[in-house]
């Protein structure tokens, strides 16, 4: 079946810096990726919708600036946390679909923690 | 825009028995998808079960199955014979039919069931 790759699965770093996260489709190609964010105990929140090669559509109140998506390829997207602080630490997990009506195939998620 | 409610944020089954987890969903659209997918401890998004609307029957997955009732829209998942390994917070999700590719879900706010040996 299909498989949606994500990288890290767990990051820890200071405050101030960024940190770059992978999306990848493993066995089919993906024009269209999205990015969620999930608090403790809470559902999933649509941050932002990745399209290969234009630019990304962010939900309301998702600042694009300091989460910057590029989806370069087919295969790959990637969510950059810029200068992050430590009310970014949450649980960030990509998806993809490989067809109309095709359920959402997720990565493994990745716990970022700043410190 | 979609919204989707679970109006059961936990519930709990002895091992064995039958449980079922209530979705309703307010859409315009007239042709959709819903699924129900399980996110255990480890927090891997598992798809469960999934419903085209345009269908009448209602789609089953081994012991898990739903309701699905268009006019009311409600879309509760049973789940017969209940395992530990069931254990999880389960999301119903709601995708619109565009006819292409990218089309996102629209997740409720999630049930943690816990089966209870």
């Known amino acids: 079946g299909a498989v949606v790759s994500q990288h890290p699965s767990r990051v820890i770093c200071k405050s101030g810096t960024s940190v770059k996260i992978e999306c990848r489709s493993l066995d089919f190609q993906a024009t269209t990726m999205f990015w969620y964010r999930q608090f403790p105990k809470q559902s999933l929140m649509l941050m932002a919708t990745s399209n290969e090669g234009s630019k990304a559509t962010y939900e309301q109140g998702v600042e694009k600036d300091k989460f910057l998506i590029n989806h370069a390829s087919l295969t790959l997207s990637t969510l950059t946390v810029t200068s992050a602080h430590p009310e970014d630490s949450s649980f960030y997990i990509c998806s993809a679909n490989g067809g109309p009506g095709s359920p959402l195939h997720f990565g493994n998620g990745t716990r970022l923690t700043v410190t | 825009a979609q919204t989707v409610t679970q109006s059961q944020p936990e519930m709990s089954v002895q091992e064995a028995e039958t449980v079922t987890l209530s979705c309703t969903y307010d859409?315009?659209?007239?042709?959709?998808?819903l699924f129900w997918y399980k996110q255990p401890p480890s927090r891997q998004m598992i798809l469960v079960i999934r419903?085209?609307?345009?269908?009448?029957q209602n789609a089953t997955e081994n012991r898990f199955s739903v309701n699905f009732q268009k006019a009311a829209k409600s879309f509760s998942l049973k789940i017969s014979d209940s395992q530990l390994g069931d254990t999880a917070m389960y999301f119903c999700?709601?995708?619109?039919?565009?006819?292409?590719?990218?089309?996102?879900?629209?997740f409720g706010g999630g049930t943690r069931l816990m089966v209870k040996p």
């Open positions: 999700a709601f995708m619109k039919s565009r006819g292409n590719a990218g089309n996102m879900l629209t």
């Open positions: 859409t315009s659209e007239s042709n959709y998808y």
């Open positions: 419903q085209e609307a345009y269908k009448q």
